[in-house]
């Protein structure tokens, strides 16, 4: 098997100090978290960024900021993958501020979700082509992320027209709200459904955390944890940083014979340049 790719979703945009006091808001808290997360085995870094507050933002001199924060602490070959998904109510334009630091990758997300309540994720056809453009021009590499089988066929379909460009890597997402549950059966329905010639990144949300990401080491494909997705190390064990969760995916993978990828060979398997 490929050595196993760690992406460290270090803050998002919902999750809050209330949920657990080590969720990063500032610029140093999110250079401090994502240090810790490079340091105990995670090559990408999934970027979301908040005011000091706590309050989410896309803003492009925020984002600014935090990379040029973590670049500062973590080596240039550290991959840093701004969201374009921002949080739920901001425009499409918002959202598309990060692209202007041309980063190598960034997440497309790749259909609309109900949140749950009133709140909407919305991602039209168009505005996938769109934000697809843009980062074609840009020369940024798309991270599809997909929350159900649907969304991963829009893909091939925008992928068929030339409109995403191949070979795709996919982020699927599992026990969010409105998405697919994280049954193994649903992992499993999931990765079925990808392109051939695709690699993929599991990422499961809150007490799925952990059975996904092994389900998806011995499958064959990557892994995502953090404090986005999850604040808990084990149950009611909150987890005290983003190196916290990294750990133990690596323990894990370890036990089931995964070597851990270098940011470099990250790279390689992604068709990034080497730095």
Same mark, same amino acid.
């Given at each position: 098997m490929e050595p196993l790719i760690i992406t460290a979703s270090i803050c998002g945009a919902e999750v809050t100090k209330e949920?657990?006091?080590? !969720?990063?808001?500032?610029?140093?808290?999110?250079?401090?978290? %994502?240090?810790?997360?490079?340091? %105990?085995?995670?090559?990408?870094?999934?970027? $979301?960024?908040?005011?000091?507050?706590? &309050?989410? &933002? /896309?803003?492009?001199?925020r984002f600014k900021a935090c990379m040029e924060e973590i670049y500062r602490l973590c080596p240039p070959e550290l991959i840093v993958q701004p969201s374009t998904g921002g949080a739920t109510g901001m425009s499409a334009e918002e959202r598309l501020q990060p692209l202007r630091l041309n980063p190598e990758?960034?997440?497309?997300?790749? +259909? &609309?979700?109900?949140?749950?309540?009133?709140?909407?994720? #919305?991602? &039209?056809?168009?505005?996938?082509?769109?934000? %697809?453009r843009q980062m074609m021009e840009r020369n940024v590499k798309p991270e599809v992320e997909v929350f159900d089988k649907g969304m991963i066929d829009l893909a091939k379909r925008l992928n068929a027209r030339g409109q995403i460009p191949g070979p795709m890597h996919f982020n699927l997402v599992l026990g969010v709200n409105g998405g697919i549950s994280a049954e193994p059966r649903d992992l499993l329905f999931m990765v079925e459904s990808l392109p051939a010639d695709s690699t993929y990144t599991a990422t499961g949300i809150g007490r799925a955390a952990f059975p996904i990401a092994t389900m998806a080491m011995?499958?064959?494909? $990557?892994?995502? !944890?953090?404090?986005?997705?999850? !604040?808990?190390?084990?149950? +009611? @064990?909150? %987890? /005290?940083?983003?190196?916290?969760? #990294?750990?133990?995916? #690596?323990?894990?993978?370890?036990? @089931?014979?995964?070597?851990?990828a270098t940011p470099q060979q990250a790279r390689e398997i992604l068709g990034l340049n080497p730095k």
């Open positions: 949920h657990n006091p080590a !969720v990063p808001y500032t610029v140093e808290e999110i250079g401090r978290e %994502a240090l810790s997360a490079y340091r %105990a085995g995670a090559s990408i870094i999934h970027l $979301h960024v908040r005011e000091d507050d706590g &309050t989410p &933002t /896309q803003s492009y001199d990758m960034a997440t497309l997300d790749c +259909g &609309t979700l109900n949140f749950g309540g009133d709140e909407i994720f #919305v991602n &039209t056809e168009n505005m996938i082509i769109e934000f %697809a011995i499958l064959g494909g $990557h892994v995502r !944890v953090g404090f986005e997705d999850n !604040v808990y190390l084990a149950r +009611g @064990l909150k %987890a /005290q940083s983003n190196g916290e969760l #990294v750990e133990k995916v #690596v323990r894990i993978a370890k036990e @089931l014979g995964r070597e851990i």
